[in-house]
Every structure is written in structure tokens, then in C-alpha cells.
């Protein structure tokens, strides 16, 4: 099987620096995933990472490392529209069928 | 353009009765996903089509559950004599062959009283 391990719940300050880890432990890899999830609403896709590293696209940057099965999400500059869940996904194979944590709830207080 | 969409967007059904639930994915899109997300929980995977062939149905949680994709296009997920432990939101999504995002649907919720 798969495990995929992240904090249930984050909350931050609107402006504030947030930091949601993922670890894993799956039977293959093709790459790490971070999805957001509006309460309701279906999850859009923010990141990927297949090698080592640190990917920056905007006020989100995701990290991964292979060997220690462990990424995080970065989110900077937060936004009250940033509440929200954020999924951390594996894909354990070339399909690319996900195999997901049970999501980080992350609060944006003012 | 449109995006991938689900119908119904709600369903309440009674224990024992037979549901179906639509995926139109984004056109021209080759692979399409069917996930089941629990209440608090990430989606958990059910089962995977490129273009008409099912390739992986390990997700299915039992003989109840049943898909198809008959023209490569529309896909249907059938639940028969649904049981409570059904309950939950049916995710799909779509992508483009061989890439790795995948672009969701707004999901059915179904609930079974």
C-alpha cells in the first residue's frame, strides 16, 4: 500500500509564511503532486516534482526529496483566498493514478 | 474552454438502489480517473480508462462498483444496491496522454440514507 503522511491542520496569518510537509512511503514513484481543495470544490493542480529539488512558480514553491521520501509546500505572501485544503499525491506509477494524503487544512486568519 | 464536468452534482439515494454517476472530460483528453473522496479525507483512486480500455480497476471497492468509457469519451460510473458506506464524493479527472496533471471535476455527492 501506499502512506502518505501531512499535518491535518495549519493556520497562519494573512502576509505569513506557511510550510505544509508531506512524507511518503509508496511502492514506486513517478512524482509528487500538490493539489488545493476549496471546501466544495474540486482540487486544481499547483505543483509537481519528479526530481530532487525546489520548484518556484509565483507565491507557491514545493520541494522534494527522493531519498528521504519527503516534500513540502510553500506558500508566501498569504492571502485570505489561500484557506483552503492542500493535498499532497504520489504517483506510484507511469499511469499516473494518484495515491493522495488526507489533506492539510490551512487558515488564513487577518 | 469547458472544463471536466460531473452529473449529478448531488444524489440521495435509499440503501439497495442502483446509482449512476457522468464524467464528461475535457475533450480530446485520453486518460480519465474516477476517485471516491471520504468526508475529511484525500481522494482515494478507483479506477483509470485510456480512450475506451479500463486499464486499472484495482480501486473499485467491490463487484457493486462498475465503469465504462464505451466511446473514449463520456465516462459512466455505475454503483449497484448501494450500501451507507457509499456515501462520499465522487471525483473524475481527465488528462492529456502521458502527462502528469490531471484536471478535476466538481464531483457528485452522493448520499445514501
Known amino acids: 500500500g501506499q502512506n502518505i503522511d501531512q499535518p491535518t491542520e495549519m493556520t497562519a496569518t494573512e502576509g505569513a509564511i506557511v510550510q505544509i510537509n508531506c512524507t511518503y512511503q509508496?511502492?514506486?514513484?513517478?512524482?509528487l503532486f500538490w493539489y488545493q481543495q476549496h471546501a466544495g470544490e474540486a482540487p486544481t493542480f499547483l505543483s509537481y516534482?519528479?526530481?530532487?529539488g525546489l520548484e518556484e512558480k509565483g507565491r507557491f514553491s514545493s520541494f522534494l526529496s527522493r531519498s528521504k521520501g519527503y516534500s513540502y509546500l510553500l506558500l508566501k505572501e498569504l492571502q485570505m483566498k489561500d484557506s483552503a485544503s492542500y493535498l499532497c499525491?504520489?504517483?506510484?506509477?507511469?499511469?499516473?493514478?494518484?495515491?493522495f494524503g488526507a489533506g492539510t487544512t490551512v487558515t488564513v486568519r487577518a | 474552454g469547458a472544463g471536466v464536468s460531473q452529473s449529478p452534482r448531488y444524489k440521495v439515494a435509499k440503501r439497495g438502489q442502483d446509482v449512476a454517476l457522468r464524467c464528461d472530460p475535457i475533450s480530446g483528453h485520453v486518460s480519465l480517473f474516477w476517485y471516491q473522496q471520504a468526508l475529511g479525507q484525500g481522494p482515494e483512486f478507483l479506477t483509470y480508462f485510456q480512450n475506451e480500455a479500463q486499464l486499472d480497476k484495482s480501486g473499485l471497492p467491490s463487484d457493486r462498483f462498475f465503469a465504462e468509457r464505451p466511446e473514449g469519451s463520456v465516462s459512466t460510473l455505475k454503483i449497484q444496491r448501494t450500501q451507507q458506506e457509499d456515501s462520499a464524493v465522487y471525483l473524475c479527472a481527465s488528462s492529456p496522454r502521458q502527462t502528469y496533471e490531471q484536471y478535476f471535476g466538481p464531483g457528485t455527492r452522493l448520499t445514501v440514507t
Open positions: 499525491a504520489v504517483s506510484p506509477t507511469n499511469d499516473y493514478k494518484l495515491s
Open positions: 516534482n519528479v526530481l530532487d
Open positions: 509508496t511502492s514506486g514513484f513517478n512524482g
